[in-house]
């Protein structure tokens, strides 16, 4: 049986080609990326012992392998610690029984007032799970008619696997959905992860379970929606991690381009328009 941590194991090493570590290629082969005898060679352990890794049926490498196997695969930071993380669940240091604690919704008044200072630009406060804490205006002008914040406890990562007009606001639909997959590995905590990944699975369905399965971090890449009334805006993002006992981030949504900036500055002076012929 499988592992998380045998799966991305595997999933890295097959993304390797060997020649980026000096080793020759070997033509056609029936599997992609690197061999696991040239990575066991390169962590300094057995090819069998890796092999048990892979396959689930080592559940307990020691930290010392695990930093030989990061060595070897040439991790970045983000990625040895999704290792050591993954480690951690296949180990069973992270188990739990029944339903977990949900995670913190409160956002703390200091953070609410950040976002303040933030006006007009487009910020939220998150979870890895997805939940949408808190939010600019500006931000709720730019979701706003999509279906996301429509629901009482608004949840991106719902969202993304299970509302179909998902996939025409996110053209990159793709791309957002292995980031979205991805982010559940890494809190707020294990169980909660766990336990949020059982729930969505069966409504989700196996674009979701096959993207849990993948464990590889998707690239850093602008963020393109297609805007009901705006069109195609591009946005670079910028995450700042909130203390540790928040379990929370904020997000910042930058325009990628001049034609961002034109087009939410014309969205929002028809807003203005909008609400005081309301008023």
Not at 132 to 142: C, D, M, N, P, S
Not at 244 to 261: C, F, I, M, R
Request: charged letters at 25%; a positive charge; one cysteine or more.
């Amino acid at each position: 049986m499988s592992t998380p941590l045998g799966d991305f194991i595997r999933a890295k090493r097959d993304s390797i080609q060997p020649e980026s570590f000096g080793l020759p290629g070997r033509g056609r082969r029936r599997s992609p990326g690197l061999r696991r005898s040239d990575l066991a060679t390169r962590a300094r352990i057995s090819v069998e012992y890796l092999t048990r890794i892979e396959q689930g049926r080592d559940r307990n490498p020691s930290p010392a392998v695990i930093h030989a196997l990061a060595d070897a695969l040439s991790l970045d930071a983000a990625e040895r610690n999704h290792l050591r993380h993954l480690a951690k669940i296949t180990g069973g240091g992270c188990a739990g029984r029944g339903r977990p604690v949900p995670p913190n919704r409160q956002v703390r008044p200091t953070v609410l007032q950040t976002l303040r200072l933030l006006e007009p630009g487009i910020a939220f406060v998150t979870n890895r799970l997805g939940d949408v804490l808190a939010y600019t205006r500006e931000f709720e002008l730019l979701m706003r008619g999509i279906g996301l914040l429509e629901s009482g406890t608004p949840n991106l990562t719902r969202y993304v696997f299970t509302n179909p007009h998902a996939r025409i606001f996110f053209p990159d639909w793709d791309q957002v959905a292995d980031e979205r997959a991805f982010e559940l590995w890494l809190g707020p905590s294990a169980e909660t992860s766990e336990w949020f990944r059982a729930e969505l699975a069966p409504l989700a369905g196996k674009e979701f379970t096959r993207r849990l399965n993948r464990h590889l971090p998707p690239p850093h890449v602008p963020l393109r929606v297609n805007h009901p009334i705006a069109h195609e805006l591009r946005w670079q993002r910028e995450k700042l991690e909130l203390p540790k006992n928040d379990a929370q981030e904020l997000v910042v949504l930058l325009p990628a381009d001049d034609a961002t900036a034109r087009a939410m500055e014309r969205l929002r002076h028809q807003s203005d328009r909008i609400l005081r012929a309301v008023v």
